[in-house]
């Protein structure tokens, strides 16, 4: 999985709780991606970041929010869980934005 | 209408052989196409990524692109067994910010080896 890694990997939570989702590379990649992957809607970008401190919002970013201190981690917040958060969440990076995109394991998020 | 239009299958061919892929999109802006295979409860990974028009191959998948009919398309041959999973076309512009630095997905095919 090209050096990433993401915690954890599996989680059920309560509607209303807070959620947070961690992104780890050792590629050194500038760019760090979010998305979120659903039966009947494939992946869609939520958030992401193109250097340290630096983000920008994707197509499904309502309810998400994102940090970026350090280069090699990238967190994904869930403020107020709801049931349509329950999905797989991939991260991804790369090396600029017009280079390939390569993806983590994933988490999957159940929420109640 | 979806930016990316790709057929869910199931698609179920007989080992050896050659396998089709395709995707069609509308966004002209598109310069850029992956395609991922992704395993069940596994990570999408990539096998094949191009920038222009014409044939690229690596190894038993050839990817095509035929930005004129705005059409991409990857080839397996002799298929395996292992070869069944899930794959997905992605693509994006060289635009930059709102979002445009990520991809835009294909729902994915769901392909079945036979043995």
């Known amino acids: 999985d090209a050096g990433i890694t993401q915690s954890p990997r599996h989680k059920v939570t309560e509607t209303g709780t807070p959620v947070t989702l961690r992104c780890h590379q050792t590629?050194?990649?500038?760019?760090m991606y979010w998305y979120r992957q659903d039966p009947g809607h494939g992946l869609r970008l939520i958030h992401y970041s193109y250097g340290v401190k630096d983000t920008d919002k994707g197509e499904v970013s309502d309810g998400y929010s994102v940090s970026r201190s350090k280069t090699e981690d990238f967190l994904l917040t869930l403020e107020s869980a709801t049931s349509s958060q329950t999905s797989v969440y991939f991260c991804a990076i790369s090396e600029s934005t017009y280079n390939e995109q390569f993806f983590g394991p994933g988490t999957r998020l159940t929420v109640l | 209408q979806k930016e990316v239009e790709q057929d869910p299958g199931p698609l179920s061919v007989p080992e050896g052989a050659i396998v089709s892929l395709n995707c069609t999109y509308s966004n002209s802006a598109f310069q850029y196409f992956m395609w991922y295979r992704q395993y069940s409860r596994k990570g999408p990974e990539l096998l094949m990524y191009t920038y222009s028009s014409g044939n690229k191959e690596d190894g038993r998948f050839t990817a095509q692109v035929d930005k004129s009919s705005k059409y991409i398309s990857l080839f397996i041959r002799d298929s395996q067994p292992s070869d069944s999973a899930t794959y997905l076309c992605?693509?994006?512009?060289?635009?930059?910010?709102?979002?445009?630095?990520?991809?835009?997905f294909g729902k994915g095919t769901h392909l079945i080896i036979q043995p």
């Open positions: 992605a693509m994006k512009s060289p635009r930059r910010g709102g979002g445009a630095d990520g991809l835009t």
């Open positions: 590629e050194n990649h500038r760019y």
